[in-house]
């Protein structure tokens, strides 16, 4: 995965302790930070993709991520069952067509 990104992001001239806080309040000024990053999706992207767990990354904190991840997960969850029924449905009227003719 490409991480060119990484030297144009705001944290790039920063204390990289300052993205790694131990408390909301150093949350908060991390975010700060973030918001104003031209690189705060291809960040957030990159943090969700590689499962990254602690820090600050693309202005999101830790549990902000992983209740995003669990939303993805449930999603592409649900997406697959449907596919998986459709095709049944497909299947079963393919079945039936060649039953007719
Ligand atoms: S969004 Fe935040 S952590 Fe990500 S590159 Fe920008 S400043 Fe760094």
Redesign the pocket.
Known sequence: MDTN??AL????H?DPAV?FPSDGVGVIK?QR??RS?P??DH??EYALTNKIDHG????ESERSRRRMVRKRNAAAAKAQKQAARQAEIDLAEEGESAVAH
């Open positions: 990104w990484m992001g705001k944290c790039a920063e993205f991390a930070i973030c990053c690189m705060m960040c957030l600050v990354w693309g202005a």
